[in-house]
């Protein structure tokens, strides 16, 4: 299993990002997968995550109405969408997936709101 992520920078306060998630070595279609995101000496802390057809999703309330994640089965990728960013999003974003009981991640990406 591989997740690659991608996207990440330095944008300013109210900017757009849209992070990608490239997996590869497992049946992308058949799980759910999610991103996370975390602050040096903080927890990692769940942003958002979609089913495996892309039927459901779910939000953290701290970026409810601001990010959506949505995926390309046909791409093995999944995406984050961010709008509206506030410094406080600044962190390093993950992609994971849980397969038989074990949790996979990517080595993440740095997103930066700074003006």
């Known amino acids: 299993v591989q997740l690659v992520e991608s996207g990440g920078g330095l944008v300013q306060p109210g900017g757009s990002l849209r992070l990608s998630c490239a997996a590869s070595g497992f049946t992308f279609s058949s799980y759910g997968m999610n991103w996370y995101r975390q602050v040096a000496g903080k927890e990692r802390e769940l942003v958002a995550g979609?089913?495996?057809?892309?039927?459901?999703?779910n939000y953290a309330d701290s970026v409810k109405g601001r990010f959506t994640i949505s995926r390309d089965n046909a791409k093995n990728t999944v995406y984050l969408q961010m709008n509206s960013l506030k410094p406080e999003d600044t962190a390093v974003y993950y992609c994971?997936?849980?397969?038989?009981?074990?949790?996979?991640w990517g080595k993440g990406t740095l997103v930066t709101v700074s003006s």
């Open positions: 979609i089913s495996s057809t892309g039927g459901s999703t």
């Open positions: 994971r997936t849980r397969r038989y009981g074990m949790d996979y």
